[in-house]
């Protein structure tokens, strides 16, 4: 080994050749501040990737346990009790005993009332989801054309949404009036009989076929008997006031689909139906996926609208007025926690069945649509 290849090595040590230097061994000082060092680093990391993001959702999740997951337990636990004012006694599965009664038909008195509410909740959601999701789609792509007032167009769908439901419940209430009622007014003008709208319990399918002279329609059972006209007024004020929400979701929707593709569509020579079934419809199924969910959400929940029209409109009448045919589920809650004493365990119990049928129909939901949902 050449002299200037042993500079720096201490006397009295001789490399003999391909000895390579050994690193030099840390001591406890330089270990202790690498480790330090790695601790503060870990520290900050689990600070960014942890602590900081549970520190912004923090007021979000203290919203969601106060005003949803705690009183969905509040709920299910004051439904085990007999509760008036106050816990009164503990009674176990008794007020789901009630349910499974209230579902079942008595000899010559037709259904429960529980079995009532569940198949007038089936029908209104039945006619307002796919209606509205129709209407949505159909109008949106109006509205996507390029015309002129388009923006004014936009805002006159979009304002029934946000007006307030009871104001344009009592609107509507008007509307039906038997007596002096626009609808009925204009019936008269043309010749036609007048209806007596919310107050005719007549379900829909024997009063078509009666008119038709069908002879055995007084004897469809209730489930093919559809829903009363007065249901069916319900409904329709209901897609009247939240259409303009579905309007809005389906045109962001259409806003997001890259122009190129419509563009190729056409050069290739797809008319309008084949555009809106074949191109349209698939790049936009996330979006009405998502409205069908929402919708079928809000269908489950819906009370403003049936208790002003029934109770307002009904004059006089309890809401799910006349003769239960507007009793969806919701509206059976409210009338055993507010106009029934000693019910709120009952009501708790309906909430609870409520509750078990909307997350049903939203598995569902996921299992028979999100297939055939494109996100590409």
């Known amino acids: 080994m050449r002299h200037s290849d042993q500079v720096g090595v201490p006397e009295g040590v001789r490399l003999t050749q391909g000895t390579r230097l050994a690193a030099p061994v840390p001591d406890r000082e330089t270990r202790s501040g690498a480790s330090d060092v790695a601790r503060q680093r870990r520290r900050r990391r ?202 809005v979701i389906v045109l962001a929707g259409l806003v997001a689909i890259n122009p190129e593709v419509h563009e190729a569509a056409r050069i290739d020579g797809a008319g309008t139906w084949t555009m809106a079934t074949r191109i349209t419809l698939p790049l936009v199924s996330p979006t009405l996926f998502f409205l069908l969910v929402v919708s079928t959400i809000r269908s489950f929940q819906s009370f403003n609208e049936i208790f002003v029209l029934t109770k307002g409109g009904g004059y006089g009448a309890g809401a799910g007025s006349p003769l239960d045919t507007t009793l969806t589920l919701p509206v059976l809650v409210y009338r055993y926690l507010y106009e029934r004493p000693g019910s709120v365990g009952y009501a708790a119990a309906l909430s609870m069945l409520l509750f078990g049928l909307l997350l049903v129909a939203m598995l569902v939901q996921f299992r028979l649509f999100q297939r055939r949902v494109h996100y590409d």
Do not use: H
């Open 46 to 247: 689990r600070r960014d990737e942890v602590w900081l993001p549970i520190a912004f959702l923090a007021p979000t999740l203290i919203l969601l346990f106060t005003f949803d997951i705690y009183p969905l337990f509040l709920g299910a636990w004051i439904s085990l009790w007999r509760w008036g004012i106050r816990a009164e006694e503990f009674i176990g599965l008794e007020n789901y005993r009630r349910i499974v009664e209230g579902l079942g038909s008595r000899p010559g008195r037709g259904l429960g009332e529980v079995g009532q509410s569940l198949l007038v909740t089936f029908f209104f959601t039945v006619v307002t989801v796919p209606v509205t999701l129709v209407l949505s789609f159909v109008i949106a792509n109006m509205l996507f054309a390029k015309i002129r007032g388009l923006a004014a167009l936009r805002t006159a769908y979009f304002i029934p949404y946000i007006t307030s439901t009871v104001a344009a419940g009592l609107a509507f209430g008007f509307l039906f009036n038997p007596t002096v009622g626009v609808l009925n007014a204009v019936l008269r003008a043309v010749g036609l009989p007048a209806q007596t709208w919310l107050l005719d319990a007549t379900p829909i399918a024997p009063k078509v076929l009666a008119a038709f002279g069908v002879g055995w329609s007084d004897s469809l059972p209730a489930v093919l008997a559809g829903p009363s006209v007065a249901l069916l007024c319900v409904t329709a004020f209901s897609v009247w006031s939240t259409l303009g929400f579905g309007v």
